[in-house]
């Protein structure tokens, strides 16, 4: 019987696979790219709006009930006043502290399509983040922050000086600016959604404890740590703005018959709370934008790393 010349199937060689990686795209212009990611975040957002309408909800709440509890506290100038804006302020930070942790997964969720697009050679690095970050702080974030400084500022009877007023809007949504982008840097540096919200819910505790509402009960040798944090700046400069100027005034009674007035003015509260004395709201709102842009420069650093060839 003649030999067959056909091998059984568990005897065919295969094929070596290719080894090499998938041919990559020359990289378009810079210009090029940014305008391609805006234009795909643009349209991820329109499609899909369900995030915009849930921040700008809960602005809009919280803005209407902070303004229903604090009605026309700034009327009040006795002492009490003084612990009543503190309470509002520090009530608008810790919001913009809790609200930013929704950004911990900006990149988390599209890590999969950035390796795929990226091993391709669609875009840089820096385009991706900058595009990101810009779509994700200006309309998610800089937006509510801004609702809540126009809703809240006049019905708590605030210092009604404009200016103090502009100061106000600024360092308020200096801050729901940068405290998102430290939430983004946060949760760029963690591998999975659970391990960042762990981190960013300890990175909040921590920026609220240095906040400046304890300053002057901190060990010296903590307090340094405050300065590092951009709750302090945001909260040192708009209890600065309200009340640098003002006078604080109480009544009280000694033996019973005769009435004593005593006044305290916004310096020396500043003062005994531990915060700066002097009208720097210009260095806190500029340190506040530095603070985002070396987020930014982080979070860069740290996706390029992540994803290093």
């Known amino acids: 019987m003649p030999h067959s010349t056909r091998h059984s199937p568990s005897c065919r060689r295969r094929r070596p696979r290719p080894t090499h990686a998938p041919p990559r795209c020359a990289p378009a212009p810079v210009t090029v790219q940014l305008r391609q990611l805006l234009r795909r975040n643009w349209l991820k957002l329109s499609r899909d709006p369900l995030l915009l309408k849930l921040h700008l909800l809960a602005a809009l709440v919280f803005a209407v009930v902070v303004t ?8 009040d100038m006795s002492f009490g006043g003084v612990h009543t804006r503190v309470g509002l302020l520090f009530f608008l930070v810790i919001y913009c502290s809790f609200v930013a942790m929704s950004a911990l997964p900006l990149f988390i969720h599209e890590r999969r399509l950035f390796e795929r697009e990226r091993a391709s050679g669609l875009y840089s690095v820096w385009a ?4 990101a970050l810009t779509c994700d702080l200006f309309a998610l974030r800089l937006l509510p922050s801004l609702l809540i400084a126009l809703i809240v500022y006049w019905p708590t009877g605030l210092n009604p000086d404009f200016e103090k007023y502009s100061i106000f809007c600024t360092l308020f949504t200096a801050l729901g600016v940068a405290l998102p982008a430290m939430a983004v840097m946060i949760g760029a540096s963690c591998p999975s959604s659970s391990v960042a919200n762990f981190w960013g819910a300890l990175s909040m505790l921590y920026v609220l404890a240095f906040s400046g509402v304890f300053s002057a009960s901190l060990p010296k040798f903590l307090a340094w740590q405050q300065y590092i944090t951009p709750v302090h700046f945001a909260f040192e400069g708009m209890l600065g703005n309200e009340m640098l100027g003002q006078t604080f005034h109480t009544t009280q009674s000694v033996g019973g018959k005769t009435s004593v007035t005593i006044s305290l003015s916004g310096t020396k509260v500043l003062s005994e709370l531990g915060l700066s004395v002097s009208n720097a709201t210009t ?3 500029v340190v506040l ?3 985002s842009l070396v987020y930014g420069v982080v979070t860069s650093t740290v996706v390029l790393w992540r994803h290093r060839e």
């Open 68 to 75: 229903v509890v604090f009605w026309r506290m700034g009327d």
């Open 128 to 131: 991706y983040v900058l595009v």
């Open 283 to 285: 260095i806190d709102i």
């Open 289 to 291: 934008i530095a603070l």
